[in-house]
């Protein structure tokens, strides 16, 4: 069930299986989160990086559930977030030509303004910041 945080910044979260699928139905939440601020503009690149966080979390750990999330930290700028239970880091390696994985870091970097992880106790959270454009 996607809840809206009561305390702190604006935002959205659900708990989701960590499968394939969940990419589709962390993109709604995304998307819906972004057209209720009144910025659905930005709707396609944070859909991508969304699938992405969430394809990483699929590919490179073995947890059965994680946590997707978008909050609105400041009135111009959005954090897209996926936890999980794994105490694995993100790495950006480099991609070789041929290589068909591996791109989507380096893919949140060229379109975030920004990402990183929190590491915690028991996992971590691997996030990306989008910056709300001027009106």
Do not use: F
Not at 38 to 45: H, P, S, Y
């Amino acid at each position: 069930m996607t809840r809206p945080t009561t305390v702190g910044p604006a935002g959205y979260s659900e708990t989701l299986p960590c499968e394939p699928e969940t990419a589709r139905r962390a993109r709604r939440l995304v998307s819906a989160a972004l057209n209720t601020w009144g910025i659905g503009e930005m709707a396609e690149v944070g859909t991508l990086i969304v699938s992405e966080l969430v394809g990483n979390a699929v590919r490179h750990t073995p947890c059965r559930l994680i946590r997707v999330s978008v909050r609105r930290v400041t009135g111009d700028l959005v954090r897209i977030g996926v936890t999980d239970k794994s105490h694995a880091l993100p790495t950006m390696g480099p991609i070789a030509g041929g290589d068909e994985t591996g791109r989507g870091l380096v893919l949140i970097d060229a379109l975030s303004h920004r990402w990183g992880y929190d590491q915690m106790r028991w996992g971590k959270t691997v996030w990306a910041e989008l910056t709300v454009p001027a009106c």
